[in-house]
């Protein structure tokens, strides 16, 4: 299917340092691609979102690059904190699915003292 | 931002009753909604299209009679999970949009169910 359930992988990363997340998405006429954050036992969180015109996008502490050629998306977190511990998905709108929001693999984001 | 309501966080019930969650988009009106489900360390699947006034439209491979879906105003969906077998036990969330088209799309806090 479209989702594909698999264990989470998990990055660690020492605080302060920054965390580089990747994602690898499949569907190329995908026009809309967003990062999200979940806690545990919670709802994701919107981190910040980039449309498929764009390369590279900036919010506070955090910037998401699209490579289109290779359909490749990272986040990239600065100067990492304990509370982004989380784990981390990427998720894209393909043009087909009309504004369905599908998620992708999620990454777990472990902060080393 | 904008805020979604899911009730209830956590319900435990027995094999073979009906569960139902509410999702409530609070400060703004939603045409859609989604389900979607989280089975643990894995991603979320989109169950279905909850659809302001219409029928859901569900994802293949997802039971319509066993997920029913009524969004029966612009600020509530919800979604009951018939006849819960222990299988069904999962972390069910919630989203909408503001507006139309793509947009950022806010979930609720999830439910988690657990059928014994």
């Known amino acids: 299917g479209e989702n594909v359930g698999l264990h989470l992988p998990t990055l660690s990363v020492q605080e302060g340092d920054n965390s580089i997340i990747n994602c690898a998405y499949s569907?190329?006429?995908?026009?809309?691609f967003i990062w999200y954050k979940q806690e545990s036992g919670k709802g994701p969180q919107f981190i910040i979102d980039?449309?498929?015109?764009?390369d590279k996008r900036q919010g506070q502490r955090v910037t998401v690059l699209l490579n289109k050629t290779v359909k490749h998306l990272s986040l990239q977190i600065a100067a990492t904190q304990p509370g982004d511990s989380a784990v981390y998905f990427c998720?894209?709108?393909?043009?087909?699915?009309?504004?369905?929001?599908?998620f992708g693999k999620g990454t777990r984001l472990h902060i080393l003292p | 931002g904008a805020v979604v309501s899911q009730h209830p966080s956590r319900v435990i019930c027995k094999s073979g009753t009906s569960v139902k969650i509410e999702c409530r988009s609070l400060?703004?009106?939603?045409?859609?909604m989604f389900w979607y489900r989280q089975f643990p360390k894995q991603s979320l699947m989109l169950m279905a299209t909850?659809?302001?006034?219409?029928?859901?439209?569900?994802e293949q491979g997802v039971e319509k009679d066993k997920f029913l879906i009524n969004h029966a105003s612009l600020t509530l969906s919800t979604l009951t999970v018939t006849s819960a077998h222990p299988e069904d036990s999962s972390f069910y969330i919630c989203?909408?949009?503001?507006?139309?088209?793509?947009?950022?799309?806010?979930f609720g806090s999830g439910t988690q169910l657990s059928v014994l």
């Open positions: 980039i449309r498929s015109n764009m």
């Open positions: 909850s659809n302001e006034g219409s029928k859901a439209t569900y």
């Open positions: 569907n190329s006429a995908s026009d809309y």
């Open positions: 998720a894209e709108n393909p043009r087909w699915r009309d504004d369905k929001i599908i």
């Open positions: 989203s909408a949009r503001e507006g139309q088209g793509l947009g950022k799309l806010f």
């Open positions: 400060d703004f009106q939603a045409t859609t």
